[in-house]
């Protein structure tokens, strides 16, 4: 793999970072927002992300999506209020770290079939999961300015922090 475990479980706890710093700009504006009818709105996509590293992490392991496991947890995520959500996902720092230490490095380069392509463990990890984070975090972050936070800015994006203040 070309991250070692380490630098994987960092890198997922950075995106939680991020997440986490984006919850706490969602306000009333942008909390149910959504571009279209048939989109997700903000809350909508952070109930996702709070389900979506767990169990994916856990498919990885398995090596099977375990459907009935996922409804479920889509289940109890849709009754959850901002508050609540943002601690699921803070708590996902810890969730990473011991999931993913347990695996061996050999178990990384295992092959599964997930969704009708084949991966190592390693790579569904970081192309599904880890940039999974990346790509939604961006949406929720393009929800976020939508709803007119316009003091965010790239730092927040990608750093989880507000910009410095301007001299």
């Known amino acids: 793999m070309v991250l070692s475990k380490a630098e994987l479980i960092g890198s997922l706890q950075h995106e939680v970072n991020i997440l986490v710093h984006l ?4 306000d009333a504006r942008s909390l149910d927002y959504r571009p279209t009818s048939k989109q997700r709105s903000t809350i909508e996509w952070l109930r996702y992300l709070s389900i979506m590293g767990p169990g994916l992490v856990q498919a990885t392991k398995t090596g099977t999506f ?12 849709e009754t959850m209020n901002l508050e609540q959500v943002t601690a699921v ?3 996902l720092k810890d969730t990473f770290a011991t999931e993913i230490s347990s695996m ?16 190592t463990k390693g790579s569904f990890l970081v192309n599904l999961v880890l940039s999974g984070y990346a790509a939604y975090r961006t949406q929720i972050f393009t929800y976020l300015k ?5 003091e965010l800015t790239t730092m927040n994006l990608w750093a989880g922090m507000d910009a410095p203040p301007k001299p």
């Open 104 to 119: 061996s490095d050999a178990d990384f380069r295992v092959e599964i079939e997930m969704f009708g392509q084949k991966y």
């Open 66 to 77: 375990d459907g009935a496991a996922w409804g479920a947890a889509t289940a109890k995520a």
């Open 146 to 150: 939508i709803c007119g936070r316009e």
């Open 89 to 91: 996902i803070a708590s």
């Open 23 to 26: 919850a706490s700009k969602v």
